[in-house]
T-cell receptor, first 112, second 118 residues
């Protein structure tokens, strides 16, 4: 089983739509969770951290369900500029050091 | 923009060539990373350096040789690569990759080197 699993998509949605991405992780000891965004042929950039109580940043809402080992990202009122690949990222500890495990990403295409 | 630069941005090399990738971070971080990103696959962590010491070698073949002369610079020396090594190689940095610290720590990525091995 992959450590971090995501639906690869693509999700094709019209401007203004609400879209949700899901992610599951296998390591129950993971403590930190993130969503990164990667534009085509660019590097990943942090979109937002995910906190246990859920958190919101403008049109973006992230949720965490530790019992189900499940993370979600909701984007409201989609913009053309939201088109990108969204990477689910989970912290893992190995040998006492923290490292990030990346999902393969979910591709979003927002069309006019 | 992110404070992490990588050179070259594109590289084409033959299987017998030797080349080096360079990464520099201007963020005052103590940890630096090499990742490999192949098409349709997740980022694969290759190496981690924390305060210039290698703390992770993720079963990377010896044809990839990292070097970290100081906390701001990271190199990846390439030798006798295979065509399947063609990928985007990303460097990243963070404040600290240390034990138990900064669980919410962000990694900042460079723009990557797109490598093609012929």
């Amino acid at each position: 089983r992959k450590e971090v699993e995501q639906d690869p998509g693509p999700f094709n949605v019209p401007e203004g739509a609400t879209v949700a991405f899901n992610c599951t992780y296998s390591n129950s000891a993971s403590q930190s969770f993130f969503w990164y965004r990667q534009d085509c042929r660019k590097e990943p950039k942090l979109l937002m951290s995910v906190y246990s109580s859920g958190n919101e940043d403008g049109r973006f809402t992230a949720q965490l369900n530790r019992a189900s080992q499940y993370i979600s990202l909701l984007i409201r009122d989609s913009k053309l500029s939201d088109s990108a690949t969204y990477l689910c990222v989970v912290n893992s500890r190995a040998g006492g050091y923290n490292k990030l495990i990346f999902g393969a990403g979910t591709r979003l295409a927002v069309h006019p | 923009e992110t404070g992490v630069t990588q050179t070259p941005r594109h590289l084409v090399m033959g299987m017998t060539n030797k080349k080096s990738l360079k990464c520099e971070q201007h963020l005052g971080h103590n940890a630096m990373y090499w990742y490999k990103q192949s098409a349709k696959k997740p980022l694969e962590l290759m190496f981690v350096y924390n305060f210039k010491e290698q703390t992770e070698n993720n079963s990377v073949p010896s044809r990839f040789s990292p070097e970290c002369p100081n906390s701001s610079h990271l190199f990846l020396h390439l030798h006798t690569l295979q065509p399947e090594d063609s990928a985007l190689y990303l460097c990243a940095s963070s404040q600290n990759a240390g034990r138990g610290l900064a669980l919410q720590e962000t990694q900042y990525f460079g723009p990557g080197t797109r490598l093609l091995v012929l």
